[in-house]
């Protein structure tokens, strides 16, 4: 399907309002008639911030599945508990949907944020006009799904926060969780630097 | 048949310049090409949007001040609210997670309620009106960070793994987080980004 992209007619959308105004293409900064917010026919930089982001996600992931994300200190000694270690135990302690749930927030979502960020930049980096309608698609589960991978910081908070009896066991947070919150924000950030607008430049 | 306006508009996800249906003639409007969602039927629901919002502004009130769980091991009894734990990981020198957690679960939905609570007040109170392209800005610029639904999830994982070894007792502020996911889904669901300009400017005139 074809047709006339907003920035080839030199029309813009206003987000806050969804007027529709007009543009040249010199302007670098534009403001909207009706409600003055900023207009830009892609957003600025796209790409490098998002693949900045991207990178530094890639990066934090390593510490974030390495380092423990909390430890147990028990009368009986001490645990670490790194991501995947949380979710084996969940899973053989006989809660395998609250296991399978964990490993979908904790290990699925933030590899399928990383690996169809990766898709995207690289395919609109290469000039690729592949299957711009699914990539668009992947764009919208990504920004959809971003936020779940959060869960795991929200149990070390929880834990840390009620687990602190003295005599018999308190929990602290560990770097791997400071990690962790790194990939999910970092991964956010990636996508929301992103224009999807861009995936469908090529194609005209 | 009565023939329908309709007017210009573009994807914000594939930048395609397409018409459609103007004055609510649709229920719902998807691009034709990508299939992003570009519209839907707004019906002046002014009224339900603003006890929505206090109903929502009492549970943010409840979810912050009561306790989320207590839990009880031995006789020993431990409760903590949403700012206790936060409070627990600062004092642990996780400064930067107690951040992430303050951010997302209890400033975000705190400055998404009250810019709200602003831009439909505005027209009752002109006062408000001056800063209501700030609290538009707010809103868009805070709402991705707004986790209490993801929150919840955790709460009640971590509730699994806690009630094998001690007794639970779900606080108040449990159920005003469940409360919140649903008055501010329902808020996100009636009223569009633009529904929300047109009132503001409504409010300046």
């Given at each position: ?12 959308i206003c987000n806050?309002c969804r007027l529709v ?184 | 048949?009565?023939?329908h306006?309709s007017t210009l508009t573009i994807c914000s996800q594939?930048?395609?310049?397409q018409a459609i249906q103007s004055n609510n003639a649709v229920d719902v409007a998807h691009c034709s090409?990508?299939g992003c969602h570009l519209a839907h039927r707004v019906d ?145 669901a009636t009223i569009p980004m633009h529904q929300?300009w047109n ?7």
């Open positions: 399907m074809t047709g006339a992209s907003g920035k080839s007619l030199g029309l813009v806050r105004s007009k543009m040249s293409g010199k302007e670098v900064e534009v403001l909207c008639p009706n409600c003055s917010a900023n207009l830009s026919a892609r957003k600025p930089h796209s790409v490098t911030n998002s693949l900045s982001f991207l990178i530094a996600a890639a990066i934090c992931y390593i510490p974030a599945n390495i380092f423990p994300v909390m430890t147990t200190s028990t009368m009986m000694g001490s645990e670490d508990d790194t991501i995947i270690s949380g979710v084996i135990l969940l899973v053989n302690s006989g809660s395998w949907p609250l296991g399978a749930l964990v490993f979908f927030a904790s290990i699925v979502v933030p590899l399928l944020k990383l690996g169809a960020l990766t898709i995207l930049l690289a395919s609109v980096m290469c000039r690729s006009t592949w299957a711009p309608r699914q990539r668009t698609q992947l764009y919208r589960l990504v920004e959809f799904i971003g936020r779940w991978s959060m869960l795991d910081i929200y149990v070390v908070t929880l834990l840390a926060g009620l687990v602190q009896i003295q005599s018999l066991a308190s929990i602290k947070p560990g770097t791997g969780a400071v990690a962790f919150g790194a990939v999910v924000v970092f991964t956010m950030f990636s996508a929301l630097c992103f224009d999807p607008r861009l995936i469908w430049d090529y194609l005209e | 048949m009565m023939e306006a594939c930048d395609l310049v090409r990508c002046d629901k002014f009224e339900f949007a603003l006890s929505l919002l206090i109903a929502s502004a009492i549970l943010l009130v409840t979810m912050n001040v009561f306790p989320l769980v207590e839990m009880r091991v031995n006789g020993n009894t431990r409760a903590t609210t949403l700012i206790g734990a936060v409070q627990s990981l600062y004092s642990q020198g996780m400064v930067s997670l107690a951040i992430l957690v303050l951010i997302t679960t209890i400033l975000s939905p705190a400055i998404e309620i009250g810019c709200l609570l602003m831009i439909v007040l505005s027209p009752k109170l002109q006062k408000l009106a001056p800063s209501i392209h700030h609290a538009v800005e707010l809103i868009q610029k805070f709402h991705p960070w707004s986790m209490v639904e993801v929150f919840m999830l955790g709460v009640l994982v971590t509730l699994v793994k806690l009630a094998a070894f001690s007794d639970i007792i779900l606080g108040p502020a449990l159920w005003a987080c469940a409360g919140i996911i649903l008055t501010l889904a329902t808020l996100k929300l009132w503001s400017v409504r409010g300046i005139k």
